[in-house]
């Protein structure tokens, strides 16, 4: 059974880093596209950077530069680098993943981000 499950969440103040952790249980994600998706209060789900099984990765405009995507092939994660936080990238972010299936049908719980001005 294939399941991803986030981590790393918590409060920053503005500025600061995180690193957010997505752990995948059944499926190796060396050959399954991963994505982190936020969706703050109020707000649609959005699209944060993703990964493919090539390795090739994708931003949206507002994480070029400060987020960076990672895959962990040992620890069977997929990572999250924030850096230079703002009070906008306030969110829950999630976890989903293709689990090398095709469909983007896996989702994690979420991980609350909050950063405070």
């Known amino acids: 059974q294939v399941q991803v499950m986030e981590s790393g969440g918590g409060l920053v103040q503005a500025g600061g880093s995180l690193r957010l952790s997505c752990a995948a249980f059944?499926?190796?994600?060396?050959?399954?596209?991963v994505a982190w998706y936020r969706q703050a209060p109020g707000k649609q789900r959005e699209l944060v950077a993703k990964i493919s099984s090539g390795g090739t990765t994708d931003y949206a405009d507002f994480a070029k530069g400060r987020f960076t995507i990672s895959r962990d092939n040992v620890q069977n994660t997929i990572d999250l680098h924030m850096n230079s936080l703002k009070p906008e990238d306030t969110a829950v972010y999630y976890c989903?993943?293709?689990?090398?299936?095709?469909?983007?049908?896996?989702w994690g719980q979420g991980t609350q981000v909050t950063v405070s001005s």
């Open positions: 989903n993943t293709d689990a090398g299936l095709g469909d983007w049908d896996f």
């Open positions: 059944g499926m190796i994600v060396g050959f399954s596209a």
